[in-house]
C-alpha cells in the first residue's frame, strides 16, 4: 500500500512501558486488541521509555528491554509493513509537547490519578515530578498523532479521560488543534486480575512473579503458574464461577484464548473439579504461547531487522509529530525558528 492511501486511514495508538516482563495482562487488555484493529487503522505502536523512568531501571535491563518489547509488538502479529513502530525517546517532539501540556494539565487534575497514588505507595523513596506529571507526557503520546482511538485496559481509562480534558482545553483556548481521542477497552479481561492475589490487578512488574503470567514463560513454568493460582474454597465449576474472582479471572483468560466468552467457558467446564479445568488452561496457555514465542526468538536473533522496523517507525512518527508540535507552538504563540 502506498504511503498517501495509509496515511488516510483513522489513527489507532497505544504504549507499553518497558518495564518488568510483558504480561498475559498486557497482552488480553492492550495487544490483543491492537492486533484486531490494525486493518482498518494506521496503527502507531509505542515502547514508552520515558513514561518507565519515573520509576527507578536499571540501564542495561532497560536497553534490553527495549527491544525485547518491540519484538513481542511484532510476535504478537503487529504487521510492521502496515503500522509505524518505535521507541518514544527517539521521537523528541513527545518529551517537547509534554512540556507544553504541562502547562495546561491541573496539580488538581494530576492529584486524582489513581496510578499516581498507587506507585507512590509502591516506591515510597522515589516520588519524583515525573511520576506525578506522567499522564501530560501519555497526552502528549496521544495527541501529537490526531489520535481517533487507543485500546488500553480498564486501568488507563482515567489518563485517557484527562487527555480529552486536556486536548479539549486547549482546542476551546485557541482554535481546534487536536483531535479528541476514543478510548477503546475490551468487554472481557480490560482488568486481568494477579494469579495469587485476585483482588489486585496483573501487573508485569510486581515484585513476585508468581502473581502474572510472562509472556516469554517456558511450558513448565505456565502449568506451575496456573496450577498455584488461587480459586475459592469450591471444588468445583458452576455458572457462578464467573463472580467468584480468582477463579471467574481464570475463566476470563480461558475465554480470551479460546475466543469465547467466560460465561460459555463457566458452561463448558460445569460440574469439573478446578484442578481439571486448570489443566486445561494450562494447555491452552502453553498452545498459545509456543509460536509466539519461536517468532520472538526469531525477531530476536535478526537485531538488524528489529532495529531497521525501530529507525524507519521514529522517522515516520517525527514527521507525523512535528506537524502537530509546530501548529501548537504557533498558537501559543511561540517564535518560529529562523524567523526575522
Ligand atoms: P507496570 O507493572 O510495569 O507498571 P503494567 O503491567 O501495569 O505495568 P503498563 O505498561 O502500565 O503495564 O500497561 C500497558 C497496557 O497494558 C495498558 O494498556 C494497560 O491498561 C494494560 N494492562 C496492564 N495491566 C493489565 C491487566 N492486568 N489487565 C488488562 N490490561 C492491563
Ligand atoms: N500510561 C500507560 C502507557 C502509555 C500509553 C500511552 C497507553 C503511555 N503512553 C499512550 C496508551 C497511549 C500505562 O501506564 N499503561
Not at 490494525?38 to 515502547?47: A, C
Not at 523512568?53 to 509493513?81: H, M
Not at 502449568?223 to 457462578?240: C, G, M
Not at 507525523?320 to 501559543?332: E, G
Request: charged share 25%; proline share 5%; net charge neutral.
Amino acid at each position: 500500500m502506498d504511503a498517501g492511501k495509509k496515511d488516510r486511514k483513522p489513527i489507532l495508538l497505544s504504549g507499553i512501558q518497558p518495564s518488568g516482563h510483558l504480561a498475559l495482562g498486557n497482552y488480553v487488555g492492550a495487544m490483543r486488541n491492537w492486533v484486531n484493529l490494525q486493518e482498518d487503522y494506521l496503527g502507531i505502536f509505542i515502547v514508552v521509555d520515558l513514561h518507565a523512568i519515573t520509576v527507578r531501571q536499571k540501564p542495561a535491563d532497560l536497553r534490553n528491554r527495549c527491544l525485547s518489547f518491540a519484538a513481542q509488538y511484532l510476535a504478537a502479529g503487529i504487521d510492521p509493513e502496515e503500522n509505524v513502530i518505535f521507541i518514544q525517546s527517539h521521537v523528541p517532539q513527545h518529551a517537547e509537547l509534554s512540556w507544553v501540556l504541562n502547562c495546561y494539565t491541573y496539580m488538581g487534575e494530576l492529584n486524582r490519578m489513581t496510578q499516581f497514588k498507587d506507585k507512590s505507595k509502591r516506591h515510597d523513596d522515589n516520588i519524583n515530578a515525573g511520576l506525578y506529571s506522567y499522564p501530560a507526557l501519555m497526552a502528549a503520546d496521544i495527541l501529537l498523532y490526531q489520535t481517533d482511538l487507543v485500546p488500553v485496559g480498564a486501568d488507563q481509562k482515567q489518563h485517557l479521560e484527562l487527555t480529552r480534558d486536556i486536548a479539549n482545553r486547549f482546542n476551546n483556548t485557541y482554535s481546534p488543534t487536536f483531535k479528541v481521542p476514543e478510548p477503546f477497552i475490551p468487554k472481557a479481561g480490560a482488568r486481568i486480575m494477579s494469579l495469587q492475589d485476585a483482588d489486585k490487578k496483573m501487573s508485569k512488574s510486581d515484585d513476585n512473579e508468581n502473581n502474572y503470567i510472562s509472556l516469554l514463560d517456558p511450558p513448565d513454568v505456565l502449568r506451575r503458574k496456573i496450577k498455584r493460582a488461587v480459586t475459592d474454597s469450591a471444588r468445583e465449576i458452576t455458572p457462578d464461577s464467573v463472580n467468584s474472582s480468582g477463579i471467574g479471572n481464570l475463566l476470563t483468560i480461558y475465554s480470551v484464548l479460546n475466543d469465547s466468552t467466560p460465561e460459555s467457558v463457566a458452561q463448558k467446564f460445569e460440574g469439573q473439579m478446578y484442578s481439571n479445568f486448570k489443566g486445561e488452561l494450562a494447555d491452552s496457555l502453553v498452545a498459545f504461547l509456543e509460536p509466539f514465542q519461536d517468532k520472538y526468538h526469531k525477531i530476536m536473533s535478526d537485531k538488524t531487522y528489529l532495529t531497521g522496523i525501530l529507525d524507519e517507525g521514529a522517522e515516520r512518527a517525527k514527521y507525523m509529530a512535528s506537524r502537530t508540535l509546530s501548529k501548537v507552538h504557533r498558537k501559543i504563540g511561540l517564535v518560529a525558528p529562523g524567523r526575522k
